[in-house]
């Protein structure tokens, strides 16, 4: 019976719906926000232009409007172009339900549980094609909300005026219409955007409960884009903070690449602290810098991240193992320490440590295990570093791995973790011939790894990083 009355209501609305699209939106009543609640941005009010998007976007927009669907680009790519820069990919959206988009494409696939979507592939490139979503109000066995207000389950449709509310900040939700190349705003994010405001559709504690990954959004594309937070939306992050903590950890994890490998490391890392939300996302790193802010730990976890985005800036790659790994040493080395302390041997000391802290972590960001590997073998090497003499250094440089844990060495040398001349001294034996790599390594030379040396390399020591010149 209820699905009765919705299934009529939505029919109306596309009545109503049918009829909008025919309002030129050269007519000063469509151009005001105030007039249907929609305003129509045409081809000469706006930048976007079809050569900036991609063949295969437009190839699935004219074939869902051949078909006799409602076709538009959406979400982050119109939010893009509009800035003049390339999108990371085009998402489109229709009236045209998963089953009927498999219908019209041949190569697509659909996936989703959450929200059930069609990925429409061309080689390389996926087109991702959502239905319309429909209105919140409409909770059934199709979307359900957990006690906390989040959203679990969303798979029910609508029509696109029930889809741009369902949509996480107005400069997200504008909508290109392939029909007649306009713009459709329902929620004044053009404005937003010409404001570079990010501000979120309805009410932001409401909105941040429902999906606190939001907030992790919030802050992406603050830095991305240089836009400011609307401040309704900052204000609401203190009290739903907390909400992160139950998001499942593989979407946290993919959240955290997102954050932390695509050129904007440091200034996330700066702004996920502002807001509380990094003590979420890794609580144990959270309290090792706390504990010593000004320290060394910080400095490390600075330089990687600025290491990072410096790479990726140069057009090179970054890799996530390398940057938990940083993330993740200071708890490591001080859980080590206190091991040690009870008498524990170094070695063993470590190798516990990792696997509690790493333990720990999967349960807020998980970690693939080829990750927690890689970070593994990243720490374990570092005191193998210290020994220079004999055949020890030529089989380290023969590992799988030393090229990652030479460059981990570098970064704490450079940022008083370890001695400057060890990581040097590592530089010099990389690049020498094989008769000078055999004279570094003498037993009888005098070596200056010894700790005495070591101590008077620190720049800065605490108690708790005293044993750290051991490694
Ligand atoms: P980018 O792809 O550049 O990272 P994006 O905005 O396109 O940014 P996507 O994750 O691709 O981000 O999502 C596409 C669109 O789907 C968004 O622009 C937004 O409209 C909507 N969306 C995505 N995630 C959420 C969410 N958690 N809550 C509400 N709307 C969302
Ligand atoms: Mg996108």
Partial sequence: MINTIKINTTGVKNVLNFFKKFIPSSLPGAECPEVDKFRVYARSEHNISRSQISDNALKVLYRLQKEGYEAYLVGGCVRDLLLGREPKDFDVATNADPEQIRRVFRNCRIIGRRFRLAHVHFGREVIEVATFRGAAEQQNDKQMLNHEGRLLRDNVYGTIEEDVWRRDFTVNALYYNIRDFSVIDYVSGMDDHKAATLRLIGEPHTRFREDPVRMLRAVRFAVKLSFKLHPDCENAIPSTVHLLSSIPSARLYDE????????????????????????????????????????????????????????????????????????????????????????????????????????????????????????????????????????????????????????????????????????????????????????????????????????????????????????
Wanted: hydrophobic share 35%; no cysteine.
């Fill in 256 to 471: 955290v690449l997102k954050l932390f490998l695509f050129g904007y490391a440091l200034q996330s890392f700066e702004m996920l602290r502002h807001y509380g939300l990094f003590q979420i996302l890794f609580p144990d790193t959270e309290k090792s810098l706390t504990r010593q802010e000004s320290g060394f730990p910080r400095l490390l976890l600075l330089k990687a991240l600025e290491n990072s985005d410096n790479r990726i800036a140069e057009g090179k790659s970054v890799t996530a193992y390398f940057l938990f790994a940083t993330f993740l040493w200071e708890p490591v080395r001080l859980l080590a320490q206190d091991k040690m302390n009870k008498g524990i041997a170094e070695f063993i000391a470590y190798q516990d440590a990792a696997n509690e802290i790493i333990n720990k972590q999967v349960k807020r960001t998980a970690l693939p295990r080829h990750i927690s590997l890689a970070m593994r073998e990243v720490w374990s090497l570092q005191p193998r570093f210290t020994s220079r003499t004999g055949s020890k250094p030529s089989r380290l440089l023969s590992h799988p791995r030393f090229r990652a844990g030479f460059d981990f060495l570098m970064l704490r040398a450079e940022t008083g973790g370890a001695e400057l001349e060890l990581a040097q001294w590592w530089q010099t034996y990389q690049q020498v011939d094989e008769t000078e790599q055999r004279k570094m390594t003498q037993p009888s030379r005098k070596n200056p790894s010894s700790r005495s040396g070591r101590k008077r390399t620190y720049r800065k020591r605490t108690s708790s990083s005293a044993t750290e010149s051991k490694n």
